[in-house]
Nanobody, 126 residues
């Protein structure tokens, strides 16, 4: 049974940093897609950063503007999202996702992904 579990969220001030982790068990997605989406209250889930396969250059949403970095550690079966220069509008629940068969044209579509974690809350407030 595949399980994804996020961690690392919290309450921070504008300009601060966080590192989110997504631990995978029950399978590996070394040659498959993994990514991060987020959902703010009253809004739809949106794409943040995705990786088509381990070692591929990640794709980032425009609002990231170089502030976030997705990385994958195959040895630990874990994915990370480094969040820098956080803004209040980054406040949301952040979800990790994985899919061994995701195609390039579906990477930014949350409905196309198979597996999801329960999410971790990130709150940016002064």
């Amino acid at each position: 049974q595949v399980q994804l579990v996020e961690s690392g969220g919290g309450l921070v001030q504008p300009g601060d940093s966080l590192r989110l982790s997504c631990a995978v068990s029950g399978s590996t997605f070394r040659n498959g897609g993994m990514g991060w989406f987020r959902q703010a209250p009253g809004k739809e889930r949106e794409f943040v950063a995705v990786s088509r396969r381990s070692g591929a250059v990640p794709l980032y949403a425009d609002f990231v503007e170089g502030r976030f970095t997705l990385s994958r550690d195959n040895a630990k079966n874990t994915m990370y999202l480094q969040l820098n220069s956080l803004k209040p509008e980054d406040t949301a629940v952040y979800y990790c996702t994985a899919d061994s068969r995701i195609i390039t044209s579906s990477l930014t579509n949350p409905g196309a992904w198979d597996y999801w974690g329960p999410g971790t809350q990130v709150t940016v407030s002064s």
